[in-house]
């Protein structure tokens, strides 16, 4: 029975609950059917991007991004098209060296976990490995997926001797820079690059749904309706992105124990990342990455498992 002013009998909308849950229970089914697990972790995360597909977005995205940083002045090392000094053709060896044997560790990693059961396709056996160095303050790493691997040096002073300045003394000690770059591999096993984009197009979707239950409503009411689905949306997402950064630094241990680098400078670096800017940050609960004190304190707890790790295959830590 409908009122004259269009409501249903007990005072809610015509219809326009009806179409909202409708879409919403279809996000679910849609959610729901595509999750898949993270065999490094056991988490379930929802993902609708074929492995073939992410590759090779993240092939475009590794070209576009490296001529983007060429634009700016910013020199990528030892390409095809600019000639090496001895000083960056001896950086750009060292950053391979160690993805070399990140990759060897993601390798053996996954083929242990497949043999162990789990059910999922390796990559990192099947990824186009590429590494540059992109010549730039920015303090700045990642791997996107298809293992394209870039490190800024603007970073090595940060996993060096951190004296403020970037040199090839940076170079001496490899194990920081071999944190940052496992971390950064970390993300694209668990393919969170894709997970993220698959979020986005639900929220996309809900917006739509909601958008279409909300047309009988004033243009301000649509408004603060739609403000409130934008930031719990946002917070689901932060929520997923921290959680992404926690995997992501739990898998670099594993392959930098695999690979055989000193997993104790994990905590102390990320306690310098931490004094970056002055240590200052939004609240942990608004950001994308958790707070540097708490990574390192998962570093801290995760600890004694990676050390037994590293010494029952690499031999005693000095």
Known sequence: MRMPNGRRAGGLPGGRFSIILIGLLGLAFYWFSNQKEVPFTGRSQFNTMSIEDSARLGAQSYVQILQQESARGNTVYCTQNTSCTTGEREITETVREIGERLEAAAIELEA???????????????FDWTYYVVQSDQ?????LPGGYVAVYTGILDITGNYDGEVSLSDINDVDKLA??????????????GSERMSQQKVVQLGSMAVGLGLSDMSAGQQQAVMQAFGMAAQGAVLSYSRQHETEADKIGLDLLVRACFDPREAPELWERMGEIGGGQRPPEWMSTHPASATRAENFRKWMPDAIAEYERRCGPLP
């Open 179 to 192: 944190v940052v770059m496992g971390h950064e591999i970390g993300h694209a096993l668990a393919h969170h």
């Open 139 to 143: 303090p700045n790493a990642f791997c």
């Open 112 to 126: 242990e976990l497949l043999q162990q059961g789990y059910d999922f396709e390796p990559v990192a056996s099947a």
